[in-house]
Each structure stands twice: as structure tokens, then as C-alpha cells.
């Protein structure tokens, strides 16, 4: 694979071995970026979730390598919307490069406090099937109780915001 690969000058290679097993799709894959090699493994139902596993995985193995350490770029606000408890675990692992903070939780919206520049915050949340809220689409609005607003301070504006 590396002698073919080099005919297309590429920077990295991904290898994958898949194969069904019983109901679900199981796959060994291996990167090799430069004269490094990470590998892993993913599961999915089919093969469009187990492809959507595999690049999670290995976009969770390079981020560190090409993230911004924390502090060294500007801090933002990052929302995001539809989480869930096994939402929450993976956006908690996706963030971590970017020295993820959560600072405000509001049922399924949650705003992390991030370190890192806006175009590898854009690409490491799409890599993980996140989708970008337009900014002129409203901002969700806190928790209502009983027919009236919370009586909270108004909360800062997240300079990005996503969805699942």
C-alpha cells in the first residue's frame, strides 16, 4: 500500500479490514502519517456506521497531533445542541485537544469553554458528524418552568454552534 500511495504523493494512509460478524460490521484499521502508525479498531451495524467509526476513531487519534494546544490559540464558546449522556462522553473526548471546559448545561444543550481557532474546532465537529448552526438561525432559548422565564443572568454568546 505505501509504494502505490506514493504515486499520489499522499501524506497519510488508511488501511481498513473489515468484515461482518453475526448482525454487525467489526474492522481493524491502521494510519500511517509520516514515519508514525496509529491503529484501532471500530463496530458499527453496517457499513455506513462502521466507515462513520472508523473516521471518529482516527480523527480522535490525530487531533492532538494537529490541535492547537490549550492556551496557545484564542478561547471561544462552543454550543452545542441534541446532546445526551453518550453524546456527551464523545464531545467530551473530541474536546479534550482543545482544552474543553463545559461551563453551562441547559437539557440537551451544552456550552464548552475551548481553546483552539475556529476552522480545526469547524473540522474536528464535522469529522464527528456535527452540523454547523447557521448564525442567523436563533440561538436556543433557557429552560421554561411553569410558563415563565428563568430568572438567570444572560448568558454569553457562543461564537460557534453545532447540533447532532
Known amino acids: 500500500l505505501r509504494a502505490a500511495s506514493e504515486r499520489y504523493g499522499a501524506d497519510a494512509l488508511l488501511a481498513v479490514h473489515a468484515r461482518q460478524e453475526g448482525s454487525q460490521w467489526q474492522a481493524k484499521w491502521r494510519l500511517w502519517l509520516g514515519d508514525k502508525a496509529?491503529?484501532?479498531?471500530?463496530?458499527?451495524?453496517?457499513?455506513?456506521?462502521?466507515?462513520?467509526?472508523?473516521?471518529?476513531?482516527?480523527?480522535?487519534?490525530?487531533?492532538?497531533?494537529?490541535?492547537?494546544?490549550?492556551?496557545?490559540?484564542?478561547?471561544?464558546?462552543?454550543?452545542?445542541?441534541?446532546?445526551?449522556?453518550?453524546?456527551?462522553?464523545?464531545l467530551g473526548r473530541l474536546l479534550e485537544p482543545f482544552g474543553g471546559q463545559p461551563q453551562l448545561v441547559d437539557g440537551t444543550r451544552i456550552v464548552y469553554r475551548v481553546n483552539g481557532s475556529a476552522e480545526q474546532l469547524r473540522t474536528q465537529?464535522?469529522?464527528?458528524?456535527?452540523?454547523?448552526?447557521p448564525a442567523g438561525e436563533a440561538p436556543a432559548q433557557p429552560a421554561v418552568i411553569d410558563g415563565t422565564q428563568p430568572a438567570v443572568a444572560p448568558e454569553p454568546q457562543a461564537q460557534l454552534r453545532f447540533r447532532w
Open 38 to 90: 496509529e491503529e484501532g479498531t471500530a463496530q458499527g451495524a453496517d457499513t455506513a456506521a462502521l466507515a462513520d467509526a472508523v473516521l471518529l476513531a482516527v480523527s480522535q487519534k490525530l487531533a492532538p497531533r494537529f490541535a492547537v494546544k490549550p492556551g496557545v490559540s484564542s478561547e471561544q464558546l462552543l454550543e452545542v445542541q441534541g446532546m445526551n449522556l453518550e453524546r456527551y462522553a464523545a
Open 125 to 133: 465537529l464535522i469529522l464527528a458528524k456535527l452540523q454547523e448552526i
